[in-house]
């Protein structure tokens, strides 16, 4: 048995069952889903280039000197976002 698995094991058996597996499973991919919520969290930026007409996903995809150029045109600095 790892050492995470006894986290979950709940009636101390030495084996996890199912339910006990299913329940590690669940607090694993809650745990993900929350980094990638963390490591994702580009509301802000989206908000600002939604006010100046632009989709952020179109800009992701785009050349970086037609990037520059468009944000430069929409009245943004492009040394202020990273993509």
């Avoid at 101390?12 to 745990?31: H, I, P, S, T, Y």
């Amino acid at each position: 048995m790892f050492g995470f698995d006894k986290m979950f094991d709940f009636n101390r058996d030495g084996r996890l069952n199912a339910f006990e597996r299913a329940a590690q499973f669940q607090f694993m991919d809650n745990m993900m889903k929350s980094r990638e919520a963390d490591s994702f969290n580009d509301d802000d930026e989206t908000d600002v280039f939604a006010e100046a007409g632009l989709d952020y996903d179109e800009l992701e995809f785009m050349d970086p000197e037609e990037r520059r150029e468009v944000l430069e045109d929409a009245g943004l600095d492009p040394d202020e976002f990273d993509f």
